[in-house]
């Protein structure tokens, strides 16, 4: 364990044929993508406080919690909450309350003045104390969505110039559609656990598309090596060698950072969410470097890419 | 590639030597008050705290501005003996209009007005419309000041009026052009916070025009103000202000000797004190009302000149209340209301518990990330373990230095950098391998593992950097946060990969000049 290696994932000179298996990786991808739009669609996300607007206060109460009393307290102070739910210990609930409509004039002020209202409601339980209580107008979620998604939008972009700047458009365009891919998985994975989509989780996902990318530009990194080496060699051929040789390394870099986000999965309070979205991105976006992005490359790029290794610009 | 002057490696262990210096502040207690001690600063989801975004009102800045213009236009005209009719404002263009009592006094009108003073060069321009009317128009540059004006003066009283509750290290700072966030470390409950900054607090002292009372439209220059007890009565009140209660010098809540009711007690200084004296001299017997946000406090009869000074407010308060006012009174008014668009709170508890959940998956995912690069990578690993272990410090040292805030995603940020550092030690180590198997001498395979490893780690920490940066510029508090620490992460990375780890294996070879690597 000092000196030698005690373990490897694969043995040297791996010759597996990953793109005979191009189309079912490509189909496969794409019926998960379709799926995850239609689950977009219909049930759709889960917007978070950030992006809904509203309010959320987190109650500790004395002993396990009791929602009919939580319920009827709300009552006296005329609130009437969208849900009372459990979250992480029994002794915990959550209070959401929808914004008011923003149609209605002084909305922002009657949003912040609930806050106080349901604070109120709380003080009359015996022994609850407010472990978090944030509300969010209109306003702020409309601009904090406009934003997050601007952010995506934008990183989105700057990844396709760069890695158009430093290779070719075959290799942007391939990264960028594998990247959409990928980012519609993830929001189906949103859909289906549940998980409340806010600007944390916005911070996931551009995590998630930068760790992607930056797996996709190390194949890519030896495909273009490869490229300048074998000048005869056909483009399957080449891309399968430079994903055989870059195996290991992928594998071993998804594991330090699958390692790394797990215990914030498991304890890692409220970014526990955020943390297993990370985990299911660093899965789909090495398995996705391998099985979609070299295949589109190898769509796009079978001409021109083996015609001339560093065709005029 | 594979040499390291001592030069460079004395550099490179001082940076690392300096780092653990740098943290340190984080765990000891300061020695003395001259030595520089610098420590990280917990954000308010680990310290527990409140976090306000308040919206200054831009569209009462404008009004206010044409109600005073307006003011100031009425009070020109009738000085220079002129007279006008139709008086109106228009908050979007931002004008004041009226009609000319005859055409032929359009020149004296315009020669009156130009005569106003003016708070900056241009302020505004008069001129006459081709309906004969005339407009005096703000510049939108003059209104633009106000408006920044109007901001900064906020935030200045938003800092007086929070100093004066006892808050420990509020923050308070300006975000775009016409916001502003509070930050209450260790305020759970801002209510009071709320309705202490909710406040306007504008007092003003105008005469109450007894004509008009119990008409409907109370014609110009004159308001219905509803009373603060009594929303429901209203009374007219001359627009135009005698006495302005940011003229006080002191405020401070008493008990009315004969009432036995809490009132605010107040003191003007010198400029107010003359125009007390002049109003309340001119208008014995009459009514004057003292208007606190558009609400009538109290409109007592003046009995007599008051010439002291002092004044005293009734009307209904509690202790709480009398004491809120005089504290809003000495703070000063705000230049335009302000209102909470958003606000979060975190209690001390899960505070606490915020701060153990980062803490153990800190420490384990330290932990898993070094057993695994010792298991996989062997003496090479232990060499990138301890790169890892020096980035974790220079991060710390980083944010220690800038005296950043560190919150709970700024943790996982710290986190996931770390994961992430070892994937440069991975293709070295990767490359290097590769190499020996097709044939070469170690020096040669780790040279090449160096030179072609080098460009690949660019690349990807660059593209890693692209989505942060976006991340930065429109992400808010914890968020930002979190993109910043990956963003240190990644330059410190770069450092203990490429020079601290890279020297370690190259100083063990040219010690030991093996003939087989551990890889």
């Given at each position: 364990?000092?000196?030698?290696?005690?373990?490897?994932?694969?043995?040297?000179?791996?010759?597996i044929n990953f793109m005979r298996g191009r189309f079912m990786g490509l189909a496969t991808s794409a019926v998960l993508s379709i799926a995850s739009v239609i689950l977009f669609l219909h049930p759709g996300l889960t917007l978070g406080l950030d992006f809904r607007g509203g309010i959320v206060?987190e109650?500790?109460?004395?002993?396990?919690?009791?929602?009919?009393?939580?319920?009827?307290?709300?009552?006296?102070?005329?609130?009437?909450a969208a849900g009372v739910q459990s979250f992480g210990?029994?002794?915990?609930?959550l209070i959401r309350l929808d914004a008011p409509p923003a149609s209605?004039?002084?909305?922002?002020?009657?949003?912040?003045?609930?806050?106080?209202?349901?604070?109120?409601?709380?003080?009359?339980?015996?022994?609850?104390?407010?472990?978090?209580?944030d509300?969010v107008g209109a306003s702020v979620s409309a601009e904090l969505f406009r934003d997050g998604m601007l952010a995506l939008g934008i990183s989105l972009l700057m990844i396709l110039g760069y890695i158009w700047?430093?290779?070719?458009w075959e290799f942007a365009v391939s990264a960028v559609i594998t990247l959409i891919l990928d980012l519609t998985k993830t929001v189906g994975f949103l859909v289906i656990t549940h998980f409340e989509f806010d600007l944390v989780m916005v911070a996931a996902i551009l995590t998630i598309l930068g760790y992607s990318t930056n797996d996709k530009v190390v194949v890519y990194?030896?495909?273009?090596?490869?490229?300048?080496?074998?000048?005869?060699?056909?483009?399957a051929?080449?891309i399968?060698?430079?994903i055989?040789?870059?195996l290991?390394?992928t594998l071993?870099t998804s594991t330090?950072v699958f390692?790394a986000a797990l215990?914030l999965a498991l304890?890692g309070a409220s970014l526990s969410s955020f943390a297993w979205v990370m985990l299911f991105g660093i899965v789909v976006g090495t398995s996705s470097s391998i099985f979609i992005a070299a295949p589109i490359l190898l769509l796009l790029g079978e001409?021109?890419?083996?015609?001339?290794?560093?065709?005029?610009? | 590639?594979?040499?390291?002057?001592?030069?460079?490696?004395?550099?490179?262990?001082?940076?690392?030597?300096?780092?653990?210096?740098?943290?340190?502040?984080?765990?000891?207690?300061?020695?003395?008050?001259?030595?520089?001690?610098?420590?990280?600063?917990?954000?308010?989801?680990?310290?527990?705290?409140?976090?306000?975004?308040?919206?200054?009102?831009?569209?009462?800045?404008?009004?206010?501005?044409?109600?005073?213009?307006?003011?100031?236009?009425?009070?020109?005209?009738?000085?220079?003996?002129?007279?006008?009719?139709?008086?109106?404002?228009?908050?979007?263009?931002?004008?004041?209009?009226?009609?000319?009592?005859?055409?032929?006094?359009?020149?004296?009108?315009?020669?009156?007005?130009?005569?106003?003073?003016?708070?900056?060069?241009?302020?505004?321009?008069?001129?006459?419309?081709?309906?004969?009317?005339?407009?005096?128009?703000?510049?939108?540059?003059?209104?633009?000041?106000?408006?920044?004006?109007?901001?900064?003066?906020?935030?200045?009283?938003?800092?007086?009026?929070?100093?004066?509750?006892?808050?420990?290290?509020?923050?308070?700072?300006?975000?775009?052009?016409?916001?502003?966030?509070?930050?209450?470390?260790?305020?759970?409950?801002?209510?009071?916070?709320?309705?202490?900054?909710?406040?306007?607090?504008?007092?003003?002292?105008?005469?109450?025009?007894?004509?008009?009372?119990?008409?409907?439209?109370?014609?110009?220059?004159?308001?219905?103000?509803?009373?603060?007890?009594?929303?429901?009565?209203?009374?007219?009140?001359?627009?135009?202000?005698?006495?302005?209660?940011?003229?006080?010098?002191?405020?401070?809540?008493?008990?009315?000797?004969?009432?036995?009711?809490?009132?605010?007690?107040?003191?003007?200084?010198?400029?107010?004190?003359?125009?007390?004296?002049?109003?309340?001299?001119?208008?014995?017997?009459?009514?004057?009302?003292?208007?606190?946000?558009?609400?009538?406090?109290?409109?007592?009869?003046?009995?007599?000149?008051?010439?002291?000074?002092?004044?005293?407010?009734?009307?209904?308060?509690?202790?709480?209340?009398?004491?809120?006012?005089?504290?809003?009174?000495?703070?000063?008014?705000?230049?335009?209301?302000?209102?909470?668009?958003?606000?979060?709170?975190?209690?001390?508890?899960?505070?606490?518990?915020?701060?153990?959940?980062?803490?153990?998956?800190?420490?384990?995912?330290?932990?898993?990330?070094?057993?695994?690069?010792?298991?996989?990578?062997?003496?090479?690993?232990?060499?990138?373990?301890?790169?890892?272990?020096?980035?974790?410090?220079?991060?710390?040292?980083?944010?220690?230095?800038?005296?950043?805030?560190?919150?709970?995603p700024?943790?996982a940020?710290?986190?996931l950098?770390?994961g992430?550092?070892?994937?440069?030690?991975?293709?070295?180590?990767?490359?290097?391998?590769?190499?020996?198997?097709?044939?070469?001498?170690?020096?040669?395979?780790?040279?090449?593992?160096?030179?072609?490893?080098?460009?690949?780690?660019?690349?990807?920490?660059?593209t890693a950097?692209l989505a942060h940066?976006m991340l930065?510029a429109f992400g808010t508090?914890p968020v930002?946060?979190f993109a910043?620490?990956i963003?240190?992460?990644?330059?410190?990375?770069?450092?203990?990969?490429?020079?601290?780890?890279?020297?370690?294996?190259?100083?063990?070879?040219?010690?030991?000049?093996?003939?087989?690597?551990?890889?």
């Amino acid at each position: 364990m000092f000196s030698r290696p005690l373990l490897r994932f694969v043995p040297n000179g791996t010759k597996i044929n990953f793109m005979r298996g191009r189309f079912m990786g490509l189909a496969t991808s794409a019926v998960l993508s379709i799926a995850s739009v239609i689950l977009f669609l219909h049930p759709g996300l889960t917007l978070g406080l950030d992006f809904r607007g509203g309010i959320v206060v987190e109650v500790r109460t004395q002993g396990p919690a009791d929602f009919g009393q939580v319920r009827a307290a709300l009552a006296t102070q005329h609130v009437e909450a969208a849900g009372v739910q459990s979250f992480g210990a029994p002794d915990d609930v959550l209070i959401r309350l929808d914004a008011p409509p923003a149609s209605s004039a002084d909305h922002e002020a009657r949003t912040q003045a609930l806050v106080d209202s349901v604070r109120h409601a709380v003080a009359t339980l015996p022994g609850a104390q407010v472990l978090r209580a944030d509300a969010v107008g209109a306003s702020v979620s409309a601009e904090l969505f406009r934003d997050g998604m601007l952010a995506l939008g934008i990183s989105l972009l700057m990844i396709l110039g760069y890695i158009w700047f430093r290779f070719e458009w075959e290799f942007a365009v391939s990264a960028v559609i594998t990247l959409i891919l990928d980012l519609t998985k993830t929001v189906g994975f949103l859909v289906i656990t549940h998980f409340e989509f806010d600007l944390v989780m916005v911070a996931a996902i551009l995590t998630i598309l930068g760790y992607s990318t930056n797996d996709k530009v190390v194949v890519y990194d030896r495909v273009r090596e490869n490229l300048r080496k074998y000048r005869t060699m056909p483009l399957a051929e080449l891309i399968d060698l430079s994903i055989n040789e870059t195996l290991s390394r992928t594998l071993g870099t998804s594991t330090t950072v699958f390692l790394a986000a797990l215990p914030l999965a498991l304890f890692g309070a409220s970014l526990s969410s955020f943390a297993w979205v990370m985990l299911f991105g660093i899965v789909v976006g090495t398995s996705s470097s391998i099985f979609i992005a070299a295949p589109i490359l190898l769509l796009l790029g079978e001409k021109r890419l083996r015609r001339d290794s560093r065709p005029p610009r | 590639m594979m040499y390291y002057s001592r030069l460079k490696l004395a550099s490179v262990l001082a940076v690392c030597f300096l780092g653990v210096l740098l943290c340190l502040p984080n765990a000891l207690r300061q020695p003395a008050p001259t030595v520089p001690w610098r420590q990280i600063h917990l954000g308010l989801d680990l310290r527990g705290g409140s976090y306000l975004l308040m919206q200054v009102d831009m569209n009462s800045v404008t009004a206010d501005r044409l109600r005073t213009l307006a003011d100031g236009t009425r009070q020109a005209l009738l000085g220079a003996g002129l007279g006008y009719r139709d008086v109106a404002t228009d908050a979007h263009a931002g004008t004041v209009t009226f009609t000319p009592r005859s055409p032929s006094e359009t020149e004296a009108d315009l020669k009156a007005l130009r005569a106003m003073p003016m708070a900056v060069p241009n302020e505004f321009a008069v001129a006459q419309r081709p309906d004969g009317s005339i407009a005096v128009t703000l510049s939108p540059e003059a209104m633009r000041l106000r408006a920044t004006d109007a901001v900064t003066q906020s935030i200045e009283i938003v800092r007086r009026r929070i100093d004066a509750t006892g808050a420990v290290d509020p923050e308070i700072t300006r975000q775009g052009d016409d916001r502003i966030v509070v930050e209450l470390p260790g305020i759970s409950d801002p209510e009071r916070v709320k309705h202490l900054l909710g406040t306007t607090a504008k007092m003003t002292f105008h005469m109450v025009q007894d004509s008009a009372l119990g008409s409907a439209a109370p014609g110009p220059g004159v308001s219905l103000l509803p009373m603060m007890n009594a929303p429901d009565q209203k009374l007219p009140v001359a627009d135009h202000v005698d006495v302005d209660g940011s003229d006080l010098t002191n405020a401070s809540a008493a008990i009315d000797q004969q009432t036995g009711e809490w009132a605010v007690d107040f003191t003007f200084d010198s400029i107010g004190a003359r125009a007390f004296a002049a109003t309340t001299q001119a208008n014995v017997g009459r009514r004057f009302a003292i208007v606190l946000d558009n609400k009538v406090v109290q409109a007592p009869v003046i009995r007599s000149a008051i010439t002291g000074g002092n004044g005293q407010i009734s009307g209904g308060f509690t202790a709480q209340s009398a004491t809120d006012l005089a504290l809003l009174l000495r703070a000063g008014a705000l230049p335009a209301p302000l209102s909470v668009i958003e606000q979060r709170t975190i209690g001390p508890s899960l505070g606490a518990d915020s701060i153990r959940a980062g803490m153990i998956s800190l420490g384990v995912g330290f932990a898993l990330v070094i057993v695994f690069m010792a298991l996989f990578y062997g003496r090479f690993g232990w060499y990138a373990n301890v790169a890892l272990l020096a980035n974790l410090v220079l991060m710390v040292a980083i944010l220690s230095l800038f005296q950043a805030t560190l919150t709970l995603p700024g943790m996982a940020g710290m986190l996931l950098t770390l994961g992430m550092a070892v994937d440069a030690n991975i293709l070295i180590n990767e490359r290097i391998r590769e190499e020996i198997a097709r044939g070469r001498t170690p020096l040669a395979a780790m040279q090449a593992g160096f030179e072609r490893a080098t460009s690949t780690i660019l690349d990807s920490n660059a593209t890693a950097l692209l989505a942060h940066i976006m991340l930065f510029a429109f992400g808010t508090g914890p968020v930002q946060n979190f993109a910043l620490t990956i963003m240190i992460g990644i330059v410190t990375t770069l450092f203990t990969t490429l020079l601290l780890s890279r020297m370690l294996m190259v100083r063990w070879y040219a010690r030991t000049r093996p003939t087989v690597l551990p890889v």
